[in-house]
């Protein structure tokens, strides 16, 4: 290969320049950048070509290497450092609880920051540190299309941001993005990686679990002639299925059906359907004049809390468990299952037949019930 010997920190200022060669990779050694220089162009050494590398596979994040699934082999660990030169290399050997947390090993080298360029974006992470998922390259570039080609405003809920993944494309695309990360390493990355990317004003970030920090107004409907009154998402859901009630939440739409279908997949793709129809028509999920004249969030906390000592757990408590008011944010309400309701088989049962139709009695204007319980905690989990 003919190239031309550089400095590596002048790498970003000669990248346009029309002698080099966009079609073959910059080979670099130490502070030295061997940049390949397009046939009729001057050039001042020859490299030769490299054999095509025929290892395992691997995910490079700027200049540290990882490798999933079992550890290479010595044989393979050297064929990756000749073929790739990289500064460090990693083997991921697991991802640990909520917050995704590598479990790593040092193979080789040395790791700490780097640098990751992707579709015109920047992220910047410690892969020690954080993950950064390997195979949503084309779906991160998918997304950031949809908002762009959507020719609207959108606002968009990242339930899981990580460091800016999805974030970051989509607010360059246009949208106005709500971005939450429960792992604080990762908001960090996060907060950094909108900044580098210059969409400050379009990104809102919030470090926490998204079920207790996304805006709390949702509405809920178990009548047909309401939905066709107030919400044009769920009038169009009712007639896709037999639907026996709808909740709409945080960019979310629960429809629970009458009966059991004769064919699942049928059901969801005219649900589907219904719901990709109703995006493309560009109306809101609900009219908004249904939240004005709500009663306050105190006042409907009030009013949860008494329903459930007078009223739900007096009966869930003859059984070993319990329910308890987290709290109520806009009109909906966030509660945890406990004693015997943790993990148990038939708490949603409970919460969906019992606890939740006895609040709605209660509490008027009352919208979504999250369930804020880890079912899978707990001495003897069921679930």
């Known amino acids: 290969m003919r190239a031309r010997r550089c400095r590596r920190g002048d790498l970003p200022r000669i990248a346009a320049e029309a002698w080099v060669d966009p079609s073959r990779r910059i080979h670099l050694c130490g502070e030295t950048a061997y940049v390949p220089v397009r046939?009729?162009?001057?050039?001042?050494?020859?490299?030769?070509?490299?054999?095509?590398?025929r290892g395992r596979g691997f995910q490079r994040l700027g200049d540290v290497i990882v490798l999933h699934g079992r550890p290479p082999d010595a044989g393979e660990l050297a064929a990756i450092v000749a073929w790739e030169r990289p500064?460090?290399?990693?083997?991921?050997?697991?991802?640990?609880?909520?917050?995704?947390?590598?479990?790593?090993?040092?193979?080789?080298?040395?790791?700490?920051?780097?640098?990751?360029r992707e579709n015109g974006c920047r992220y910047w992470l410690d892969p020690e540190r954080v993950m950064f998922a390997q195979g949503n390259r084309?779906?991160?570039?998918?997304?950031?299309?949809?908002?762009?080609?959507?020719?609207r405003c959108e606002r968009i809920a990242d339930l899981c941001a990580g460091i800016g993944y999805f974030t970051v494309p989509m607010a360059r695309s246009g949208g106005d993005v709500?971005?939450?990360?429960?792992?604080?390493?990762?908001?960090?990355y996060l907060e950094r990686n909108v900044a580098e990317n210059g969409v400050q004003d379009r990104v809102q970030c919030s470090c926490g679990d998204c079920r207790d920090?996304?805006?709390?107004w949702s509405w809920h409907c178990s009548c047909q002639n309401d939905a066709y009154a107030i919400s044009p998402l769920a009038s169009a859901l009712f007639d896709a299925a037999p639907v026996e009630a709808v909740t709409i939440w945080s960019g979310m739409a629960e429809a629970r059906l009458s009966e059991i279908p004769e064919d699942w997949e049928t059901a969801a793709r005219q649900l589907g359907n219904a719901i990709r129809k109703h995006v493309a028509s560009g109306l809101p999920a609900v009219l908004p004049e249904v939240f004005e004249g709500l009663p306050s969030e105190s006042e409907l906390a009030r009013l949860a809390r008494q329903a459930v000592e007078r009223e739900i757990n007096p009966v869930v408590r003859a059984h070993g468990g319990a329910i308890q008011v987290e709290s109520v944010r806009g009109n909906t309400l966030f509660l945890r299952m406990e004693g015997g309701c943790q993990g148990c088989s038939a708490s949603s049962v409970t919460l969906r037949m019992g606890v939740e139709r006895s609040l709605r009695e209660a509490v008027p204007g009352l919208g979504a019930v999250v369930d804020l319980t880890d079912h899978a905690g707990g001495a003897n989990p069921y679930l």
């Open 39 to 53: 046939e009729g162009c001057a050039w001042d050494t020859e490299l030769p070509e490299r054999m095509p590398y």
């Open 87 to 116: 500064r460090g290399i990693l083997h991921l050997r697991s991802l640990e609880g909520a917050t995704r947390t590598p479990e790593t090993v040092l193979l080789y080298g040395t790791c700490g920051e780097v640098c990751q």
């Open 138 to 151: 084309e779906e991160r570039a998918r997304m950031g299309a949809v908002v762009r080609e959507s020719r």
């Open 178 to 188: 709500h971005a939450i990360e429960l792992n604080p390493v990762a908001f960090r």
């Open 213 to 216: 920090l996304l805006e709390g």
